[in-house]
């Protein structure tokens, strides 16, 4: 078991936690994000063919921190999109994908990445992995994806995009909603005075304290913004920054714990996708490990 802070090592940790990564470690993600961008702009395949290349993740939603800052960058071919469901029954059958398979974008994406940075380890399931060099960018995950529409005339303009891989090895799609996670979480973050990206950091950076120190096992930095962003808006608003960080953490451990059914309702930041679902690469057990080892290592009780 991880040791309990004394008060006042919680509070210099939490004033340290609290801040997003300096100048210098921005300019290293800002730079890795210029070579993917450049890499698929002079990729002669990609000529005139609308793909968006932008960082997600923790990188462009700010909740990233120190010694934990890996860049995710999408390269998404918008046209033609893909869907399922009734979108093609209500709306016309999709434009045909011309030659432009999931087998024959990861092939482009990996020839545009080896071009022009050397060589990718192409053998994940997902991502292409460029890794970090001394002195270099960070280690950077390429996506290549397709941008992924669900009609919906709830919605403003009738339809929510966002976007599918498919797996390498085991052919499953695995859909993201990205500008939704980055809209969501300014807005979250807007009505709670900054405190909503203050809190994820501090939780992450405890997670990493304790996956170090073997009292948890090492999750992705991610699982601690879906947990978070579960607390409603007013809690992060009563007291002090330390009284925030205490009351979200004992929120999320009552929804846990306490709430019938509570977990099951949470949703991931992207306000779509379950937080405890099919696919994940985490379950309630180590949310409950997670929220009950930082309460004790930052000695707010449980």
Same mark, same amino acid.
Not at 55 to 66: A, H, I
Not at 67 to 86: C, E, K, Q
Not at 160 to 185: C, F, M, T
Not at 213 to 231: D, H, K, Q, R, T
């Given at each position: ?24 470690? /921005?300019?290293?993600? !800002? ?32 909740? &990233?921190? /120190? ?25 016309? +059958?999709?434009? +045909? ?30 991502? %292409? ?7 270099? +960018? ?7 994806? %397709? ?5 919906? %005339? ?52 405890? !997670? ?16 601690? !913004? ?6 409603? &808006? ?6 002090? %920054? ?6 979200s953490l004992q929120e999320v451990y009552r929804q846990l714990t306490e709430t019938w059914f ?7 930041? &992207? ?32």
């Amino acid at each position: 078991m991880a040791r309990q802070l004394t008060y006042a090592e919680r509070l210099e940790l939490i004033s340290k936690w609290k801040n997003p990564p300096g100048p210098s470690e /921005r300019l290293r993600l !800002e730079r890795a994000e210029h070579m993917v961008r450049r890499a698929i702009s002079l990729h002669e395949p990609f000529r005139g063919l609308d793909i968006t290349v932008a960082p997600k993740g923790s990188y462009p939603n700010k909740t &990233n921190v /120190r010694g934990d800052s890996d860049v995710d960058i999408m390269v998404r071919l918008n046209a033609p999109f893909h869907s399922d469901g009734l979108a093609g029954w209500w709306f016309g +059958p999709p434009q +045909p994908p011309g030659p432009w398979t999931k087998d024959k974008l990861r092939e482009e994406v990996h020839s545009a990445l080896t071009n022009q940075l050397g060589w990718v380890d192409a053998n994940h399931n997902l991502a %292409f992995y460029v890794p970090e060099v001394r002195g270099s +960018p960070p280690s950077i995950d390429v996506v290549p994806c %397709f941008k992924w529409v669900v009609y919906d %005339f709830s919605v403003p303009g009738g339809r929510l995009e966002g976007s599918v891989v498919y797996g390498r090895h085991d052919g499953k799609r695995v859909i993201n909603w990205p500008e939704l996670q980055l809209a969501n979480g300014r807005a979250k973050n807007d009505k709670t005075n900054l405190r909503y990206k203050f809190v994820v950091r501090v939780l992450k950076s405890v !997670e990493n304290d304790l996956a170090e120190a073997g009292v948890v096992e090492a999750l992705p930095s991610y699982f601690s !913004e879906c947990l978070i962003y579960n607390v409603p &808006n007013h809690v992060f608003l009563a007291g002090d %920054f330390d009284d925030a960080v205490r009351a979200s953490l004992q929120e999320v451990y009552r929804q846990l714990t306490e709430t019938w059914f509570g977990s099951l309702r949470m949703l991931e930041p &992207n306000g779509i996708k379950k937080v405890f679902g099919e696919r994940q690469k985490w379950t309630e057990k180590h949310a409950r490990e997670l929220i009950k080892g930082a309460l004790n290592y930052l000695n707010y009780g449980v």
